[in-house]
């Protein structure tokens, strides 16, 4: 593996995590909406992988796929649930 893509890789996750831990609470809800339409366009690509590559590629794009269903459901699942919170009773 070519150590740029490994740096570039290191460096996303620091800033990820930095990035996540200043958010406040009342701002999750829109974060998550966005991080929703992020995981939707993973799933198109890992479909487009899927039917491009023969093979192993074809096994890995079908797992892309999968793990990327299970992120938007979850995250629908946790908009729903926080989005219930803030309704009056």
Same mark, same amino acid.
Request: glycine fraction near 12%; charged fraction near 10%; hydrophobic fraction near 55%.
């Given at each position: 593996? +070519?150590?740029? /893509? ?6 996303? @996750?620091?800033?990820?995590? *930095? @990035? ?19 995981? !939707? /366009?993973? &799933? &198109?690509?890992? /479909? @487009?992988?899927? *039917?491009?590559? %023969?093979?192993? %590629?074809?096994?890995? !794009?079908?797992?892309?796929? @999968?793990?990327?269903?299970?992120? &938007?459901? !979850?995250?629908?699942? &946790?908009? +729903? ?9």
């Amino acid at each position: 593996m +070519d150590i740029n /893509i490994l740096t570039v890789f290191i460096l996303a @996750i620091f800033v990820g995590v *930095e @990035i996540i831990t200043k958010v406040p609470p009342t701002l999750h809800t829109p974060l998550m909406s966005g991080s929703n339409a992020i995981s !939707g /366009i993973a &799933v &198109v690509g890992a /479909i @487009i992988s899927t *039917e491009l590559n %023969g093979g192993v %590629g074809s096994y890995l !794009g079908l797992l892309a796929v @999968i793990f990327a269903t299970v992120n &938007v459901v !979850g995250g629908f699942m &946790v908009t +729903d649930r926080m989005l219930k919170m803030f309704k009056r009773k």
